[in-house]
């Protein structure tokens, strides 16, 4: 499995981005997806999260202005991001899980500065 994250950049604070995953193989449509962020220094923590069913789950500091979703016909997981604010400032990383297995794409940077 390989992951392609894409669609990061510079936005200013309140503004929007909106990342997308393309996916090859054939377990997306069964994996769980997931993106994940890391900023300097920190550990890398969940954003959100959606199952294969489409349950979908949100850390707190991104609840009520991000929205994950996935297409499985495109193979594909997105990520919405509004009200950005320059605490999401972070490299962005796709996640698929299947099982105990793990796949990880290549992040993407997203930078919130004015």
């Known amino acids: 499995v390989q992951l392609q994250a894409s669609g990061g950049g510079l936005v200013q604070p309140g503004g929007s981005l909106r990342l997308s995953c393309a996916a090859s193989?054939?377990?997306?449509?069964?994996?769980?997806m997931g993106w994940y962020r890391q900023a300097p220094g920190k550990q890398r923590e969940l954003v959100a999260g959606?199952?294969?069913?489409?349950?979908?789950n949100y850390a707190d500091s991104v609840k009520g202005r991000f929205t994950i979703s996935r297409d499985n016909a495109k193979n594909t997981l997105y990520l919405q991001m509004n009200s950005l604010k320059p605490e999401d400032t972070a490299i962005y990383y796709c996640n698929a899980l299947l099982g105990v297995q793990g796949y990880w794409g290549k992040g993407t940077q997203v930078t919130v500065s004015s």
């Open positions: 193989g054939s377990i997306f449509s069964i994996a769980y």
């Open positions: 959606v199952s294969s069913g489409g349950s979908t």
